[in-house]
C-alpha cells in the first residue's frame, strides 16, 4: 500500500520561509520521478516543482530563485524548500509519484 504523507505546511509572513517534507512508504521511492503541486482556491492544480530519480529538477517560472526541490532517498523523502514566500504562494501543496497523490498541505502566506 501506497502512502505519501506532507508536512511542514503553515501560516507565514510574506518574505518568510517554510520546508514541506513527502514521506513515501510502500513504494521504491528512489526509481520515481516525483513532483510537488499545488491548487489555490478556484484555480486548476499546478506543477511547482519536480525531481527525476537522477535528481534532475524542474521549477514553475512563479517559484525559480525562491523554491529548491530536494529528496533524500535513504528517507524516502522529497522536500520542497520554500523562501520568500508570496500571498500568491497560498494553496493546497500535494505531493505526486507515479500515479499517487499525498493528501495535501495548507500552505497560507498572509500578514
Known amino acids: 500500500q501506497v502512502r505519501l504523507v506532507e508536512s511542514g505546511g503553515g501560516l507565514v509572513q510574506p518574505g518568510g520561509s517554510l520546508r514541506l517534507a513527502c514521506a513515501a512508504s510502500?513504494?521504491?521511492?528512489?526509481?520515481?520521478?516525483m513532483a510537488w503541486y499545488r491548487q489555490a482556491p478556484g484555480k486548476q492544480r499546478e506543477l511547482v516543482a519536480g525531481?527525476?530519480?537522477?535528481?534532475?529538477?524542474n521549477y514553475a517560472d512563479s517559484v525559480k530563485g525562491r523554491f529548491t526541490i530536494s529528496r533524500d532517498n535513504a528517507k524516502s523523502t522529497m522536500y520542497l524548500q520554500m523562501n520568500s514566500l508570496k500571498p500568491e504562494d497560498t494553496a493546497v501543496y500535494f505531493c505526486?509519484?507515479?500515479?499517487?497523490w499525498g493528501q495535501g498541505t495548507q500552505v497560507t502566506v498572509s500578514s
Open positions: 505526486y509519484v507515479h500515479v499517487f
Open positions: 525531481i527525476t530519480s537522477a535528481g534532475n529538477t
Open positions: 510502500g513504494i521504491l521511492f528512489r526509481a520515481y520521478n
